[in-house]
């Protein structure tokens, strides 16, 4: 602690979680709408009336704000475009603008005053990042989701690795800029949760992917500004040749999340059995397409579908085909299994045929699945 600068105040806030842990988890309502804003906002004074000693700095290259306020356009589209694509829900909340803003704006000087005055020091860096993101964990979630492991470990996903990803944004952006940079982000993205009567029908893998990715994009976007800040002499073609990668990867990484959430006309799965080797085996995805209702009732004896039973996908080979009036019927086998399935397939069961498949890169989904079933 010899060398931790503003000690003092880091030490306020871990009193402060520590603290309000208990508050949070038997009474949320309380603590979001009158203990939390009231801590946060004595916080904001105390820097303003302190604020020569305590670094609190504001970027006069106006230039950065205009990328932090195109990046939270481009939030709000994404956002808006996933639910037209996935649908929209009626939102029912009840968030007080100033309950809300307050704490972000005073967790974000806060940030500003112990990161630029301990840059130095990367020990305190990474521990002033998990103390914010812990401030902002709702513990009685948390405690309520731990006894069970899949909506544990989908929380988990969605909200505490997407609140660690962005507060190590937040933390790089208020030493390099200021922390009006990503207050800035935080507040247009907060009033846009705030503001909008509905929100995206988006599921857990989806928001924790964009969670996660979002910040990384932001990050490799403000550290090409940063490090060309005062660089002049760096080729035009360069530059050019830096801006069309990022947009090709950025392109790339939002492709490939429609893809494996099935936005697209082929669609990923994981297999989780040996039924159908050699053609394919258990840790393999199998890549499908999708059919209209008419190609379902054409489908050839011999071609490999993929239909649901109630939660599980199965992908096995059409044996037979039974066609009654306008109803059609598919019998199925593995390939592997010395019998055919005992139950037929519907047409509304069938989610596409098999394309291709790709080896190995399903095992992660396969012991996940093995580890939540036991």
Not at 100 to 119: F, L
Request: proline residues 3%; aromatic residues 16%; hydrophobic residues 45%.
């Amino acid at each position: 602690m010899r060398y931790l600068k503003n000690r003092n105040l880091l030490l306020v806030i871990i009193i402060y979680v520590f603290i309000t842990t208990n508050l949070i988890i038997l009474n949320s309502r309380i603590y979001t709408n009158f203990i939390n804003p009231l801590f946060w906002g004595g916080i904001i004074i105390y820097l303003i009336i302190n604020r020569k000693k305590n670094y609190i700095r504001f970027d006069k290259n106006k230039k950065y704000f205009k990328y932090m306020v195109i990046i939270t356009c481009i939030h709000v589209i994404i956002y808006l475009y996933l639910g037209f694509i996935l649908g929209f829900s009626e939102k029912r909340n009840n968030y007080n603008f100033i309950a809300t803003i307050i704490p972000i704006i005073g967790i974000e000087m806060a940030r500003n005053v112990i990161a630029t005055s301990n840059k130095s020091n990367k020990i305190v860096l990474i521990f002033t990042t998990i103390l914010f993101a812990l401030v902002e964990l709702k513990y009685n979630i948390l405690v309520n989701l731990y006894p069970y492991k899949e909506p544990f470990f989908e929380y988990t996903c969605e909200t505490i690795l997407p609140l660690i990803a962005f507060n190590s944004l937040y933390t790089y952006l208020t030493l390099k800029g200021s922390f009006a940079i990503p207050l800035v982000y935080r507040i247009f993205v907060r009033l846009m949760s705030l503001v909008l009567p509905i929100y995206s029908n988006a599921d857990w893998f989806i928001i924790a992917t964009i969670g996660i990715l979002f910040p990384v994009i932001i990050y490799a976007l403000f550290r090409y500004k940063f490090a060309n800040k005062n660089d002049d002499i760096r080729e035009k073609k360069q530059k050019c040749y830096n801006k069309i990668s990022f947009a090709v990867i950025f392109i790339f990484c939002i492709n490939l999340v429609l893809f494996m959430i099935g936005l697209f006309k082929y669609e990923p799965i994981t297999i989780l059995s040996n039924s159908m080797k050699p053609i394919y085996e258990r840790g393999d995805v199998v890549i499908f397409e999708k059919m209209s209702d008419s190609e379902l009732r054409q489908i050839p004896i011999n071609e490999i579908i993929i239909y649901s039973v109630g939660e599980q996908n199965i992908a096995h080979r059409i044996v037979d085909k039974i066609e009654e009036n306008d109803t059609v019927i598919y019998l199925t086998k593995g390939d592997n299994n010395n019998v055919s399935d005992k139950v037929a397939v519907q047409i509304d069961q069938i989610k596409g045929k098999y394309v291709f498949h790709i080896k190995y890169i399903g095992f992660p989904t396969v012991w996940l699945y093995e580890y939540f079933n036991k």
